[in-house]
């Protein structure tokens, strides 16, 4: 569903990303991690058509980011890690001029309105001005209006921050139900608790190149540890510094 | 799943809009009484202060015959140029800030919107952004020009059938230059920025070259043959500007001339067309440019990472708080280019002007150098640069409060008094102002040859306004500030920048309107009436309150309001 072939991102000549190759299976929730700077951002931003790859192609659901762009987002529900929200712009108003882009009728978006409000507890400030939302409200916005086309890709760039613990769950719960209804979600995070919950596959990038891809299982083998994700990961960026 | 069918962005987009505006103007309800007064003063001001201005001005030159109505003509001519020019820049930046910049666009990116419908949809934007400040300022200056010249009320809807196509050429031309300069010049778009405006001062020079050649003509002409004279205008300086053709249709529907009228109106929209063309051609270049954008924007904050600390050994003679929000101050406005580029151009033109004021002296025969017109053109040059002056301190100052908003978990938190930050914008407006604006009083000066008096009259009333306008920018700024948005030049489009746009232009005509009754006498070497006498010494002290009570109560006030501020 997710396909990047030998992906490359330079900034003046400076890689950011390097011959970067991810298959992500339908269904499948795959959380990518790295440290601060390692490229995640920036592959993220390549897969929803925010930037243009200096090498290689990235595909959605088939189709090529750069070469069929408006198909391919047509199927991506992609969550910043910061959104931008139209302060004068009630939360209703919000889902519902998002749901007019991607050309949802106006009753299954009042339907999923209602879902998706009641879901992640909006409905008591659906008609207040964006403004007036809290941190969380807005991360919580956000993912409603994400989710209202049902994509068939949700690309999530730190899901958490700011979310309250309730708030917080429901997030992992929806994420793990999207997957299970056959859905790819992308989702980069530093909360490695949360990746080591529900990540079926795991990728690591560390400046800018892939170091690992595979379960955390498959981690652990690798790194001949047990442990927990943090004390994995710790290990194997501190190793590919060394090593570098 | 989403519907396949393709979304008509563009309607869309402006329900948006039309939607934010309208909770925009919603949420004003709870200060409404500010907003009503505003609105009445805007009203009064502009529509009933400016258009009787301007048309005692105009009937005033209508009057000086053989010198005023062409240099009416001229005046009206440059004033559009002048506009044009300020146009294309001012839709340059606003397509470069609100097209390529602006986090909206980062959004709306990511939505299945094809490239090209976003880039017209946010060209639609920067025409509404960058022109309703000049269908405000020229209202009153067709309501002078039809009632100074008896014009029927059919005037304004045959004006705005050429006053529409001439909105929309700089918008494209201003779209067009910055989809190349985002597209090709990303790594390096503040030098190729400057190249840019380069190209843009070079044109304004060779159009004043034109003008020169006109001029020339005009040394030839007979003082005495004034339909001579006024044929020789009508050639008309610019004709392959658009400003020059809305100049010859506006000329050519004042006199019922309605085919030559037509004529001027096809060449203006089939411009503005062919412009839109142009812009659909390139637009492909959109996508390319917006993402180059980005991804230059690590690199270009290193490179240029040593200007902070150049600021900070300059201004080494400074308290360490001070230097560093002065510093942090000129470092940010020298990084964007949309700030000092309009500062450029702004103060390009008017250098443009006072250096063609050489070219009077082929007026001779007109007898500019006599004392009466050097005075009064002094006072008019006076009103120029302090016009100029306003919009730079409506458009530059009286946003910095509002842009500190969000900073002040850093600043409002530093030990030092809050009311510093103040001070320090009030100081460094005043000392910026009265850098740029004297030595363009005496370059007026020196051009027009006037005496110790006037010239005199004129530095000082530029420095004096300085004072003036930057405490009523910074005060306003701080009693008004807008600490949502993060455009400069949106929070200057708002309520309190139109208040203080308003309150600069009543207080620049009031200051000019009391020195009038000093130069009257001047010239009549105190020989005057009683009422003029009588006007004179009362002149002094309201001029010095004048002064004194627009340097003191905005920035008194402003900065109570600061010391209270809830951030």
Known sequence: MIQTDQLCKDYDGKPAVVDLNLDVAPGELF?????????????????????????????????????????????????????????????????????DLFGIPRPVQQARLEHYFDLFRLTPAADQFIENYSHGMRQKLVFAAALMHEPQVLIVDEPMVGLDPQSARTVKQVLREQADAGRTIFLSTHTLSVAEELADRIGVINKGQLVFLGTIRELRARLARDGSLEDLFLLLTEEETADG | MASTA??????????????????????????????????????????????????????????????????????????????????????????????????????????????????????????????????????????????SRDLPWTYFPSAACLLIPYLIIPAAA????????????????????????????????????????????????????????????DVGDFFLLPSGWLGHGLVAIEHGFWREAGFWALALWSTAAMGLVVCDWLAGLYYRGWTNARSSAAARRRRRAGLYGLFDRLLGWMPAATRAMVTKDLTVFWRDPAQWGQLVMLFGLLFIYLINLRSAAGFGQFQIFIPFWQSIISLFNIGATAFVLSILTTRFVYPMLSLEGKQQWVIGLAPVARTRIVWEKFIVSWISAVGLTTPLALLSSFMLRTGPFVTLLTVATVAVLAIGLSSMAVGLGALLPNFAEDNPSRIANGVGGTLNAILSLIYIGATLALETIWVHAYLRRGDVGPLVQLLLWGSFPVWLLLQLGTAAIPLTLGLRRWRRMEF
């Open chain 2, 174 to 233: 201003g779209a067009a230059l910055a989809l190349v300069i985002a597209a090709f010049f990303p790594p390096r778009r503040i030098i190729r920025f400057t190249f840019a405006l380069g190209v843009l001062g070079m044109v304004m020079a060779v159009a004043m070259q034109r003008s020169q050649g006109v001029m020339g003509m005009m040394r030839q002409a007979s003082a005495e043959d004034t339909a001579d004279l006024m044929s020789l205008m």
């Open chain 2, 6 to 147: 393709p979304v008509a962005f563009l309607p869309l987009f402006l329900r948006l809009k039309l939607r934010l505006a309208n909770n925009h103007l919603s949420g004003l309800r709870r200060h409404l009484w500010i907003h009503l007064v505003v609105g009445l003063l805007v009203v009064f001001m502009l529509i009933g202060g400016g258009s009787t201005l301007f048309h005692l001005v105009f009937r005033f030159l209508m009057e000086q015959q053989p010198f005023g109505p062409p240099l009416m003509d001229r005046l009206i001519r440059m004033v559009l140029l002048a506009f044009f020019s300020m146009l294309i820049f001012s839709n340059l930046i606003i397509m470069l800030t609100t097209t390529y910049i602006s986090r909206e666009v980062e959004f709306l990116m990511a939505q299945p919107i094809p490239h090209r419908r976003l880039f017209f949809a946010k060209l639609g934007e920067s025409i509404v952004y960058s022109s309703w400040a000049f269908v405000i300022l020229a209202f009153p200056l067709f309501v002078a020009l039809r009632s």
């Open chain 1, 31 to 99: 959380c990518f991690l790295g440290p601060n700077g390692a490229g995640k951002t920036t592959t993220i931003k390549m897969l929803a058509g925010l930037l243009i790859p200096t090498q290689g192609a990235a595909r959605v659901a088939g189709f090529d980011l750069q070469r069929h762009p408006v198909e391919a987002k047509r199927r991506i529900g992609y969550i910043p890690d910061r959104p931008y929200l139209y302060e004068k712009l009630s939360g209703r108003d919000f889902f519902t001029f998002v749901g």
